[in-house]
């Protein structure tokens, strides 16, 4: 979405979905998509800010909480923002991981897992497109 800070009614239908997102951002936030590792634009991003949903707008990580991990072709965060996500076990592609998906509009966002640094131990492995950067002014 170029206007991320717009709040507006979620759609509701597959359709209405596919008319507010990019073809990109669509088959990663509604159809689990994974974007090709070392192609998405925060990779090594390290302004500081706030990442929010590309699909709805919602606040997801902070810049504070975004770290690189060599060899991982997506951008990593120790935390998300309180009551933001939800994790649920995803058992697709005969792996058994933790999705991440954005607790507002249900959007796939990535996966997590138990190999981050501390404080929190966890690393949010979360495409790029499931994304957007808001700057600190
Ligand atoms: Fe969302």
């Known amino acids: 979405m170029s206007d991320s800070t717009e709040r507006f009614d979620l759609p509701e239908t597959d359709e209405e979905w596919r008319e507010v997102l990019t073809d990109e951002e669509y088959e ?9 590792k070392f192609t998405g634009e925060f990779i090594g991003k390290d302004d500081e800010g706030t990442y929010v949903c590309a699909g709805c707008g919602a606040e997801l990580f902070d810049s504070e909480t975004k770290f690189d991990r060599e060899g991982s072709g997506w951008p990593s965060f120790y935390d998300a923002a309180e009551d933001s996500v939800e994790l649920r076990r995803d058992t697709s592609h005969g792996m058994d991981r933790t999705e991440v998906v954005c607790a507002n509009c249900g959007g796939h966002l990535g996966h997590v897992f138990d190999d ?7 690393r949010f492995c979360i495409n790029s497109a499931a994304l957007d950067f808001e700057g600190e002014e």
Do not use: S
Not at 28 to 35: K, S
């Open 116 to 122: 981050g640094p501390d404080p929190t131990g966890k």
């Open 28 to 36: 990663i936030l509604r159809e689990q998509g994974t974007e090709p």
